[in-house]
């Protein structure tokens, strides 16, 4: 697939604008899946047995769909930088 000037050149100017969606939207995903978590979980001092379960139901997708945004958030960067480099 080939792309004309124009289209190059809208793609280019949308990219910075996706990427801004995309990160908010992961701080999102991660400030969600932090839920009951203290100071001392975060630096590793949580007990250990807690921290290892199955996801089940919206904790799963939740966590699958945060995946996706950080994929599509690479690639996003990396076409920016790609495109807005020749």
């Not at 999102?28 to 839920?35: D, E, K, P, S, T």
């Not at 630096?43 to 966590?63: I, Q």
Request: avoid cysteine.
């Amino acid at each position: 697939m080939v792309f004309s000037p124009v289209q190059m050149e809208a793609l280019v100017s949308a990219l910075p604008y996706a990427e801004i969606i995309l990160s908010i939207l992961l701080i999102v995903g991660i400030v969600l899946q932090q839920r009951g978590a203290t100071l001392g979980g975060a630096f590793g001092g949580d007990n250990f047995a807690s921290t290892f379960y199955k996801r089940r139901g919206a904790e799963k997708f939740l966590f699958n769909a945060t995946i996706g945004i950080a994929v599509l958030l690479v690639l996003a960067a990396v076409a920016n930088f790609l495109l807005a480099n020749p």
